[in-house]
């Protein structure tokens, strides 16, 4: 069975750091193009940094720039995403999410908690 | 990178059709045929249902169904079922490998 797991997630105050990784099993994500998309408690989802299966292009959303950085390690099957200088506002489930060919999102981890509060 | 719009809410009564539209601009919706379709049930990860504005995945039914016109997309559910209780959620592609997403639709099946 093909599946994505994230871990990482925890309470940090604002200001803080965190990183999160996402690691896949049935499947060999160094071939595909992966993403990150959160979830606010109650609210939408929003696409949040996307990175290619040799490890460029990245590319992060507005709302992250400059704040958050897509990596991966394809030797352990690994995506990663470093969020610093953290804010409430960045309280949300964070899901990664397997890049299909045709730009959709076809296979999502079960998400990681990520709770910004002093 | 602005949200894309849909209806907080739908609803429609078992072996009934409910249709949601999401509003893009000519930047995503209207520029690329890159539309995707999410449901969610709470508590779960979002599950991709439609992909490329009307292409069905593998194991989806046939009683989901998408089409674009413009900068307005729309995801169709025929014959209601009460599984098909859930959010959903629009997506499109933005270009420069950006994506853009709606803000879900509740939808209830009464």
């Known amino acids: 069975e093909v599946q994505l797991l994230e871990s990482g997630g925890a309470l940090v105050q604002p200001g803080g750091s965190l990183r999160l990784s996402c690691v896949a099993s049935g499947l060999t994500l160094s071939i595909y193009a992966v993403s990150w998309v959160r979830q606010t408690p109650g609210k939408g989802l929003e696409w949040v940094a996307a990175i290619g299966a040799t490890g460029t292009p990245t590319t992060h959303a507005d709302s992250v720039r400059g704040r958050f950085t897509i990596s991966r390690d394809n030797s352990n099957n690994t995506v990663f995403l470093q969020m610093n200088s953290l804010r409430a506002a960045d309280t949300a489930i964070y899901y990664c999410?397997?890049?299909?060919?045709?730009?959709?999102?076809?296979?999502w981890g079960q998400g990681t908690l990520v709770s910004v509060s002093s | 990178q602005s949200a894309l719009t849909q209806p907080p809410s739908a609803s429609g009564s078992p072996g009934q059709s409910v249709t949601i539209f999401c509003t893009g601009t000519?930047?995503?919706?209207?520029?690329?045929?890159?539309v995707s379709w999410y449901q969610q049930h709470p508590g779960k990860a979002p599950k991709l249902i439609i992909f490329e504005v009307s292409r069905r995945p593998s194991g989806v039914p046939d009683r989901f169904s998408g089409s674009k016109s413009g900068n307005t997309a729309s995801l169709t559910v025929s014959g209601l079922q009460a599984e098909d209780e859930a959010d959903y959620y629009c997506?499109?592609?933005?270009?420069?490998?950006?994506?853009?997403f709606g803000g879900g639709t509740k939808v209830t099946v009464l």
């Open positions: 000519s930047s995503d919706v209207g520029y690329y045929n890159y």
């Open positions: 999410a397997k890049r299909a060919f045709e730009r959709q999102f076809d296979t």
């Open positions: 997506s499109a592609y933005a270009g420069s490998d950006t994506w853009v």
